[in-house]
């Protein structure tokens, strides 16, 4: 199996090579990712064999929270400003490795070129959305529930370890005095 790069995949020992469906058995379900981290969390503070847990992303959904309206004079500002950024790194790398030329006319041409250039592509990208999506946003895959499965062997260590959790108590007796 090779990466879109031409290397080989690499992944982490024990986990399978292809995308495969999780296995196991449901020891508990979270309203939140937080929760059932809090969860497995729980599980390895007692010393319970994670390796065995897994944390399943239930009803997923894409969630696209709007950020704020897209205007011309934003978009020409952050073109200008990626352009900007982009000039002066290749602008400090030609002065840098040009012998015989100082360092500040290069970086000082491509600052400049890289500004107008990121300028005239985002106007261009802009303007051939013809107002289709003006606004800005942020995307995130969330889910409706979140499971949390155990391998058989152990599955039931961890039911009830976690219906201690839920409880509120630990697996360590209460202090007497």
């Known amino acids: 199996m090779s990466t879109p790069f031409g290397g080989p995949a690499r992944t982490a020992p024990g986990l399978p090579n292809l995308p495969t469906p999780p296995t196991g058995w449901p020891v508990g379900s979270y309203a ?6 809090r969860a497995v969390d729980h599980l390895a503070d007692n010393d319970f064999p994670v390796g065995d847990v897994t944390i399943v992303g239930v009803d997923l959904m894409l969630v696209e929270r709007v950020i704020g309206r897209l205007t011309w004079g934003r978009v020409l500002l952050s073109g200008a400003a990626s352009g900007a950024w982009f000039g002066l790194f290749v ?13 500040f006319g290069p970086i000082l041409v491509g ?9 005239v592509f985002a106007a261009v990208g802009y303007g051939a959305s013809r107002g289709r999506r003006d606004f800005t946003s942020a995307s995130q895959m969330v889910a409706g529930r979140y499971d949390v499965l155990c391998q058989p062997r152990n599955a039931e260590k961890a039911r009830e370890m976690l219906a201690k959790l839920a409880l509120g108590s630990s697996t360590t007796p209460p202090p007497t005095g």
Do not use: H, I, K
């Open 111 to 119: 600052l400049v070129s890289g500004l107008l250039f990121g300028l």
């Open 32 to 37: 939140t990712y937080v929760e059932a981290q």
């Open 91 to 103: 602008g400090l790398l030609l002065g840098l490795f040009s012998p015989g030329t100082t360092v």
